[in-house]
């Protein structure tokens, strides 16, 4: 079986290619950053897996990689759409628009362009399974979540009415709603700020790749006849606000 994992050089993707390269699946190890691709390779046993340096908002390659996998890799059972990212928490009228523009173009066309180029395959097999990384954020709104909300809930949406074109395959979909995870998740959305991305997860216990790609796993090996539509995962510790008020002063 080989399973397709975008963003697999960090967090969720990254261990999400552990579990399934433990258990025996074949691994396309897909991202940006070749070394850490290279690195993880090495790490899972170079022979089961196949590292490829691809950015997925370029749906040229995405076609043409997908196009041209070697033949032991070519009969894809399960993709992963997980490469995706937040970038920053500014509201919507201070945020730089290439913040937002990023964010689309990963989460929703990169998601689209790997899927439309895999879901054939499946098709004619008539099996597979495609896993979109969604997040609390499609569905409960906070400040500055603004589009990386409006992305998520793309990804949901997309994934319900990927169930409704699949019926009468046995190609599954199961969109994963995770709340707070340590990952690279916050470094990235606070550019690189270390100490702001650490803050993040102060003094509670987040979620972590691991808890997402067992979920993940569990909801693949499920009897044949199942399909996990949605999956919403949060730490114990993490919440929702009250509906915000302002407080400053009566409307006159
Ligand atoms: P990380 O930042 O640790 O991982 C993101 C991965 O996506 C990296 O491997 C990165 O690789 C890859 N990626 C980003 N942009 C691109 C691109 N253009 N092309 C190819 N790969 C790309 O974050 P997480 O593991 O936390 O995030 C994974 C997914 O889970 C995302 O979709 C995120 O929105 C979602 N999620 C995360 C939550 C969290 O709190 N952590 C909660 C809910 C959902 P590289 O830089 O090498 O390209
Ligand atoms: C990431 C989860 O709660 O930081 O998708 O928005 S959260």
Redesign the pocket.
Known sequence: MVVLI?????????ACAKIFSKKGYKTIL????KN?LLKLSKELGEKNNLPIK????NKKQVFKIISKLPNSFKKISILIN?????WGLEPSHKVDIKKWETMID??CK?LIYVTRAVLPGLIKRNKGHIIN?????GTYPYAGGNVYGGT?AFVKQFSLGLKSDLLGTKVKITNI?????????S??RFSGNKKKAKNVYKNMS??T?KDIAETIFWSINRPVHVNINRIELMPLQQGFNFFAIDRSGKIK
Not at 8 to 13: K, L, N, R, T, V
Not at 30 to 33: F, H, L, M, S, V
Not at 133 to 137: D, F, K, R, W
Request: proline share 4%; glycine share 20%.
């Open positions: 975008t963003g697999a050089s960090s967090g969720i993707g990254k897909i991202g940006r950053r850490l691809l950015d997925v908002r997980n490469a995706g990212l937040a990963t989460n990169g990384l969604g997040s609390v954020a998520k709603e995770p709340g707070m995870a340590d990952t690279e998740f470094l990235v987040p979620l790749g």
